[in-house]
């Protein structure tokens, strides 16, 4: 079973940038397809981003599209997330995930099994 640990969160202005990541361990990384998803208070759990097993296949939410970029290293069994020109709006907890099963990008947070525990994003304006 998959163990997945995300980092990189903190206070930041607006228009900063951030490199959020997600170390995984284990489970065979390469086999899972990997999603980033995030949480303000009060709302609902939202997906961000998404990466197929080989990294050649990306899905972004509307919301980020052109801010966000997802990548993968399937050597150091870690997903990151970019986020640049951030937003008081991007303010939330940001969560990884991992599904084994299946084929292809996943954007629904049902699709997924595992779960790190979140690190904050605070964007202040």
Same mark, same amino acid.
């Given at each position: 079973?998959?163990?997945?640990?995300? $980092?990189?969160?903190?206070?930041?202005?607006?228009?900063? $940038?951030?490199?959020? %990541?997600?170390? !995984?361990?284990?489970?065979?990384?390469? #086999?899972?397809?990997?999603?980033?998803?995030? @949480?303000?208070?009060?709302?609902?759990?939202?997906?961000?981003? %998404?990466?197929?097993?080989?990294?050649? $296949? !990306?899905?972004?939410?509307?919301?980020?599209?052109? &801010?966000?970029?997802?990548? &993968?290293?399937?050597?150091? #069994?870690?997903?990151?997330?970019?986020? #640049? $020109?951030?937003?008081?709006?991007?303010?939330?907890? =940001? =969560?990884? %995930?991992?599904? &084994?099963?299946?084929?292809?990008? &996943?954007?629904?947070?049902?699709?997924?099994?595992?779960?790190?525990?979140? !690190? @904050?994003? !605070?964007?202040?304006?």
């Amino acid at each position: 079973q998959v163990q997945l640990v995300e $980092s990189g969160g903190g206070l930041v202005q607006a228009g900063d $940038s951030l490199r959020l %990541a997600c170390a !995984t361990s284990g489970g065979t990384f390469s #086999n899972y397809v990997m999603g980033w998803f995030r @949480q303000a208070p009060g709302k609902e759990r939202e997906f961000v981003a %998404a990466i197929s097993r080989s990294g050649s $296949s !990306t899905s972004y939410a509307d919301s980020v599209k052109g &801010r966000v970029t997802i990548s &993968r290293d399937n050597a150091k #069994n870690t997903v990151y997330l970019q986020v #640049n $020109s951030l937003k008081p709006e991007d303010t939330a907890v =940001y =969560y990884c %995930a991992a599904e &084994r099963t299946g084929w292809g990008i &996943r954007k629904s947070r049902n699709d997924y099994a595992y779960w790190g525990q979140g !690190t @904050q994003v !605070t964007v202040s304006s």
